[in-house]
């Protein structure tokens, strides 16, 4: 049971565009949703986060939206850069039982910034 | 460098072998998390550790177990080895085990071949 899905597995943008990351999400009981990026043979990097309370986070470049009757979240990079060219996962912690804080991932996207 | 160690790198070694991994939390952090990459998977949590017992289960093997030692570092241990089990093994550690949400910080990770 695919509790995070990423449903695009690759995204290819131009330098200086807007980079859209999507996530999609099962269960109700997630309120907090983290973004990693990683790169090849290296472990995931934490980017951003946003809970359950807020719609929209923001950090520099990155924003991450969040659509809980949707079940929806996204990243946008503004302006994208070809350093930003990595696999980007979505996560959520579980909200409770016996497995608080494990870390429920998506498939990832490969994002690839053209210069 | 997110201050999370893990040794060795790289290990090759041969179905029906025993294998052990090796983690460095951050300093601070009480806990360590271990999750299984393969190349059709994604991220896959193994197993929690919070100040030396045992949290919560993922998806891990019998064959598979772990433990988190006093002085926090944690040690993977994989057992009767099958090519199934080539992949990148990450180990996490954040500050808390329970009560909010704190963000983890990965290792680089081992990557194992079975051959």
């Known amino acids: 049971d695919q509790q995070v899905k990423q449903n695009s597995p690759s995204l290819s943008v131009q330098e200086g565009r807007i980079s859209i990351l999507n996530c999609d999400y099962t269960?109700?009981?997630?309120?907090?949703f983290l973004w990693y990026k990683k790169y090849p043979a290296e472990g995931p990097t934490f980017l951003i986060s946003?809970?359950?309370?807020?719609d929209k986070n923001e950090d520099g470049r990155f924003t991450v939206f969040l659509n809980k009757s949707a079940k929806h979240l996204s990243l946008h990079i503004v302006p994208s850069q070809p350093g930003d060219s990595a696999v980007y996962f979505c996560?959520?912690?579980?909200?409770?039982?016996?497995?608080?804080?494990?870390?429920?991932f998506g498939q990832g996207t490969i994002l690839t910034v053209h210069p | 460098d997110s201050g999370v160690t893990q040794t060795p790198k790289h290990l090759i070694t041969a179905t029906g072998q025993r294998v052990t991994l090796r983690c460095s939390p951050r300093?601070?952090?009480?806990?360590v998390y271990w999750y299984q990459q393969s190349l059709d998977q994604g991220l896959q949590f193994l197993i929690q550790y919070y100040n030396g017992e045992e949290r919560a289960k993922g998806n891990i093997l019998e064959r598979f177990s772990a433990q988190q030692f006093p002085d926090l570092h944690s040690e993977l241990n994989l057992s009767s080895l099958e090519l199934g089990d080539s992949a990148l093994y990450f180990c996490a550690s954040s500050v808390v085990g329970a009560g909010g949400y704190n963000e983890q910080f990965f290792g680089p990770g081992t990557r194992l071949t079975v051959l």
């Open positions: 300093s601070g952090d009480l806990s």
């Open positions: 996560a959520a912690p579980n909200a409770g039982g016996t497995s608080y804080g494990k870390l429920t």
């Open positions: 269960n109700s009981m997630f309120d907090y």
């Open positions: 946003i809970s359950s309370i807020k």
